[in-house]
């Protein structure tokens, strides 16, 4: 909490949930500078495949999503929720559940219990992830579409059950580094102590078994089948004429972890079941986190934030 990035936020914890008597935290930024006023809200979820990762790991966290919160005086949320192997897909996703549920219910006697005269607006909730939190992020639209105005998503893990997520990399063309073996997830999982979560660890911890996973194909597995699982699913049984959240997708067309291609796909999918104004895709040149260093003069970053804009915070200005 002591990053620069965050230096222009009051930063607050509680706990959402308890799984097996371990809490499951979540943050609350306050802008140092929020008028005592409705306040929009942009919920952040980290990345880290579902599998490594944390609410406050700065590197991971894009300055211009930081910089965003603070010009539209939001309150900005990062909750932890369960990660895999100890945990499965659909017990993630309860904890996301779990924690829009406690944001509606629990926030604003949150807030004033910590001495804020900041009320939440919600009719203005905006989602934004990068890489499995950009997953989240579009998973929470598809499952609360009447709650939420609007998604970004940055280079989000989506198809999970394609064959960069199920066939093994090998060779490994993606990264050019070295093949990390499924014994070590193997081993990993073996040694788990029962009953034990974990809920956040700050990289690099655990990254070598984001590797093992990916390289052996083994990431969709440990997500689980479960339809509710797969946002293209989601989207297919969404009701024509429904209301959705504006959706920006933002990818680096040189991602070597996540595929943009697949992101591209999605895109087309929510266009042509939503219109063609429901939703916009910019793919500029970049690895994965091409955008961390962003600010909101970007000039692509800055058209493709447009609509969501229009859609989240506009009228708060008003």
């Known amino acids: ?3 620069p990035k965050y230096a222009s936020f009051n930063i607050s914890s509680t706990v959402y949930k308890t799984v097996n008597r371990q809490e499951i935290p979540v ?23 579902l599998i490594a990762g944390h609410a406050l790991y700065p590197e991971w966290h894009a300055q211009w999503a930081v910089d965003y919160a603070i010009k539209y005086s ?34 604003t006697l949150y807030l004033k219990g910590i001495g ?11 989602a934004h992830g990068e890489s499995a939190g950009g997953y989240l992020a579009i998973q929470s639209a598809l499952t609360r579409p009447d709650f939420i105005k609007a998604v970004i998503a940055a280079y989000p893990m989506i198809f999970v059950d394609s064959p960069w997520y199920t066939v093994p990399w090998n060779p490994n063309p993606q990264t050019g580094a070295p ?3 499924k014994k070590v997830l193997d081993d990993h999982i073996t040694a788990m102590p029962k009953d034990k979560i974990f809920t956040g660890v700050f990289p690099p911890d655990r990254m070598v078994l984001v590797l093992a996973a990916l390289h052996s194909g083994e990431i969709s597995g440990l997500i689980g089948t479960d339809d ?17 959240p504006f959706l ?13 291609a697949e992101t591209k796909q999605f ?26 260093e962003c600010t909101l003069e970007t000039s692509w970053l800055n058209e493709g934030l447009i609509g969501t804009t229009e859609a989240w915070a506009v009228r708060c200005l008003d």
């Open 248 to 260: 920006f997708l933002l990818h680096g067309i040189e991602d070597n972890l996540v595929p943009c």
């Open 179 to 181: 093949l990390v073996p």
């Open 74 to 107: 939001a309150i900005m949320i990062a909750p932890n929720y369960r990660l895999m192997p100890e945990s499965t897909g659909l017990e993630i996703l309860s904890d996301i559940q779990d924690f829009w549920t406690w944001m509606q219910n629990d926030l």
């Open 267 to 292: 895109l087309s999918l929510r266009t042509k079941k939503f219109g063609e104004n429901s939703a916009v895709g910019k793919f500029v040149t970049g690895d994965h986190g091409m955008d961390v």
């Open 27 to 49: 943050w609350v930024f306050l802008p140092k500078t929020i008028p005592n006023r409705k306040a929009p809200l942009l919920i952040h979820f980290h990345g880290g495949f």
């Open 116 to 126: 804020s005269d900041v009320i939440p607006d919600y009719e203005k909730v905006l």
């Open 228 to 244: 509710a699982l797969f946002p293209a699913k989601l989207l297919e049984k969404a009701k024509d004429g429904q209301r959705m």
């Open 1 to 3: 909490m002591d990053s």
